[in-house]
């Protein structure tokens, strides 16, 4: 295994460890869940259907052959949480220390760099799709 293959492995389990571990908190409608996404106005179908997408970027990004999708909806996902947080619901919420911020920006990061890693996947995607029309 060379070191692009060990770093990819890498972004894509934190990613997906990180928006797994969130889980239970959506599904469960925790107290800080709950009050995130009443703040925004969308909860409780915003903060499960955020879950179940979450759930399948975790799934997709694990399995090699659909990175590439689990990566575009991580991200997708991930540019939601921040445009929340700096817009609405600040950096830091009901005194997480930015934890939440902090795991947005990372998932984020890790899935556009396994979109730049994946970028001959994605150019061949197009491709093909291109071919059919």
Same mark, same amino acid.
């Given at each position: 295994m060379n070191i692009t293959t060990v770093f990819n492995? =890498?972004?894509r389990v934190v990613a997906?460890?990180?928006m797994l571990q969130t889980l239970f908190f959506k599904f469960s409608a925790s107290e800080e869940s709950v009050y995130i996404f009443s703040t925004i106005g969308i909860e409780p179908w915003g903060r499960i259907a955020t879950g =179940?997408?979450?759930l399948i970027a975790s799934l997709l990004?694990?399995?090699p &052959? !659909? !990175?590439v999708f689990g990566a575009l909806l991580g991200a997708g996902i991930m540019g939601g949480a921040i445009v929340s947080h700096l817009t609405i619901l600040g950096t830091e919420v009901k005194?997480?220390?930015?934890l939440l911020f902090t795991y947005a920006v990372i998932v984020m990061v890790a899935c556009l760099l396994l979109l730049y890693f994946n &970028? &001959? !996947?994605i150019q061949e995607l197009i491709?093909?799709?291109q071919a059919k029309q």
């Amino acid at each position: 295994m060379n070191i692009t293959t060990v770093f990819n492995w =890498v972004l894509r389990v934190v990613a997906a460890l990180i928006m797994l571990q969130t889980l239970f908190f959506k599904f469960s409608a925790s107290e800080e869940s709950v009050y995130i996404f009443s703040t925004i106005g969308i909860e409780p179908w915003g903060r499960i259907a955020t879950g =179940v997408m979450e759930l399948i970027a975790s799934l997709l990004l694990l399995y090699p &052959r !659909t !990175t590439v999708f689990g990566a575009l909806l991580g991200a997708g996902i991930m540019g939601g949480a921040i445009v929340s947080h700096l817009t609405i619901l600040g950096t830091e919420v009901k005194g997480d220390g930015g934890l939440l911020f902090t795991y947005a920006v990372i998932v984020m990061v890790a899935c556009l760099l396994l979109l730049y890693f994946n &970028r &001959r !996947t994605i150019q061949e995607l197009i491709s093909k799709m291109q071919a059919k029309q």
